[in-house]
């Protein structure tokens, strides 16, 4: 009987944090603390297996942070890294600057980098204020309008990693270490 209730116990003191975190807002910065010490351990690096390519719908527009729409199918026939997040998602931003670092290191208009923001409607001062503060100089775009099935993902972050034929070649789901010399060599191999 004593270990179900120190086990209660322990759990309901576990509960009270996660609660105070969620109820000050500092459980994104919690995660993004948690995510980014993950990161550097090397066990979430992006994994360069080919999955079976799957053909990608580019049926569906973007906007930039200057509000600018265009359709997605502009494109076609790149590689493109896709990568899905949010300002209030801290393992999103947990993976930003080691994407950085990678969109750095790789020769210019090699890879198009889309970082597909999906904060609410109305939020573009608040994401374009966060890539500001970051320093961050990968181009962010919002939905403009719909996204395809394929984009309704049920966790962020997302990133697909797309080949010149239009096939999604790459999915990883969670904060993920994309800046590493194998995943640049993935990337820059379906680039040839």
């Known amino acids: 009987m004593k ?4 086990a209660f116990i322990t759990l309901l003191g576990a509960v ?3 609660a105070l975190l969620k109820f000050t807002g500092l459980l994104g910065d919690f ?11 090397g066990l979430m690096d992006a994994s360069t297996a080919t999955k079976k390519p799957v053909s990608f719908d580019f049926n569906f527009q973007v906007k930039d942070l200057n509000e600018t729409k265009f359709a ?10 896709l990568n899905l997040w949010a300002t209030w998602c801290g393992p999103c ?19 198009v980098f889309v970082m597909l923001s999906l904060d609410k ?6 994401v374009k204020k966060y890539i500001a503060d970051k320093k961050f100089t990968f181009p962010v775009y919002m939905p403009s309008g719909y996204l395809t099935e394929q984009l309704n993902v049920p966790s962020i972050p997302t990133t697909f ?3 010149k ?15 590493t010399t194998k995943f640049k060599k993935f990337l820059l191999d379906l680039t040839k």
């Open 161 to 163: 990693i797309i080949n």
């Open 165 to 179: 034929e239009g096939k999604i070649v790459s999915q990883e789901v969670g904060t993920t270490n994309f800046n």
């Open 72 to 81: 997605f199918d502009q494109f076609k026939g790149k590689v493109i890294f």
């Open 93 to 111: 931003k947990a993976e930003m600057p080691g994407i950085q670092a990678l969109y750095n290191s790789l020769p210019p208009d090699s890879v």
């Open 3 to 6: 270990i179900v209730r120190e």
């Open 121 to 126: 409607e109305g939020l573009q001062p608040k």
């Open 31 to 41: 995660a993004y603390i948690t995510q980014s010490t993950a990161l550097k351990t």
């Open 16 to 18: 009270a944090i996660i």
